[in-house]
């Protein structure tokens, strides 16, 4: 199985940039979707971008569409999230997830692997 290790979480102002990163452990990212999720304080885990690590275009939500950018290093065997424009709304515990489900799942229940999350503050 699968381990996920992310990094690059922090404080930005508003308008700023992040990339965040997801590296596979024990094994490769092969036939692997992997996802990003977000999760506020008391609000749901929600789905915010995810692509298949064979290829293929990724799928976001619509309140990151044209924001953020979820792209793939093979040589690294990593996956990373380039969040653009950040809004105080974007404020939440950022995780990736992986799934060998078919298609790009988006909800959080039809992953299996989880990182350990890492935090993404905007201030108002």
């Known amino acids: 199985q699968v381990q996920l290790v992310e990094s690059g979480g922090g404080l930005v102002q508003a308008g700023g940039s992040l990339r965040l990163s997801c590296a596979a452990s024990?094994?490769?990212?092969?036939?692997?979707?992997v996802g990003w999720f977000r999760q506020a304080p008391g609000k749901e885990r929600e789905f915010v971008a995810a692509?298949?690590?064979?290829?293929?275009?990724?799928l976001y939500a619509d309140s990151v569409k044209g924001r953020f950018t979820a792209s793939r290093d093979y040589a690294k065997n990593t996956v990373y999230l380039q969040m653009n424009s950040l809004k105080p709304e974007d404020t939440a515990v950022y995780y990736c997830?992986?799934?060998?489900?078919?298609?790009?799942?988006?909800?959080?229940?039809?992953?299996?692997?989880w990182g350990q999350g890492t935090q993404v503050t905007v201030p108002s």
């Open positions: 024990g094994r490769t990212f092969v036939s692997y979707v």
């Open positions: 997830a992986a799934t060998m489900q078919l298609g790009v799942p988006r909800r959080a229940n039809e992953y299996d692997r």
């Open positions: 692509l298949r690590w064979s290829g293929g275009s990724s």
